[in-house]
């Protein structure tokens, strides 16, 4: 079992920055595949990054983006806190929605795709003014 816990959500003005941190439970956080996905009022859940370790003799990490956030966000991921994070810089107004963290127990299937995903955290609401 793994729990997720965001915070960083906030108000900020368009242009402006915020990290967003997911804190997970579980010991073997370091192999999951974690995501961010958002959804706004009205819209469906989507998908905004992720971050896959390689596995293998080579460990590195693969991110994905969704084009909207491509150059203006950047997930990581810090193994010995179990913490995920979201630099979103360059905010804009579009970008507000609840941010939800997600854990995948699964290194195959497309990251970009929810249903790869097997916990979700509660969400934290990112507003954005302009």
């Known amino acids: 079992q793994v729990q997720l816990v965001e915070s960083g959500g906030g108000l900020v003005q368009a242009g402006g920055s915020l990290r967003l941190s997911c804190a997970a439970s579980?010991?073997?956080?370091?192999?999951?595949?974690m995501g961010w996905f958002r959804q706004a009022p009205g819209k469906e859940r989507e998908f905004v990054a992720a971050?896959?370790?390689?596995?293998?003799?080579?460990?590195?990490?693969?991110?994905y983006y969704a084009d909207s956030v491509k150059g203006r966000f950047t997930i990581s991921r810090d193994n010995a806190k179990n913490t995920v994070y979201l630099q979103m810089n360059s905010l804009k107004p579009e970008d507000t929605a609840v941010y939800y963290c997600?854990?995948?127990?699964?290194?195959?299937?497309?990251?970009?795709?929810?249903?790869?995903?097997?916990?979700w955290g509660q969400g934290t609401q990112v507003f954005v003014s302009s």
């Open positions: 579980g010991r073997t956080f370091r192999s999951y595949t």
């Open positions: 971050i896959r370790w390689s596995g293998g003799a080579t460990y590195y990490a693969n991110l």
């Open positions: 997600a854990a995948g127990s699964t290194r195959v299937g497309d990251p970009r795709s929810d249903t790869i995903y097997d916990y």
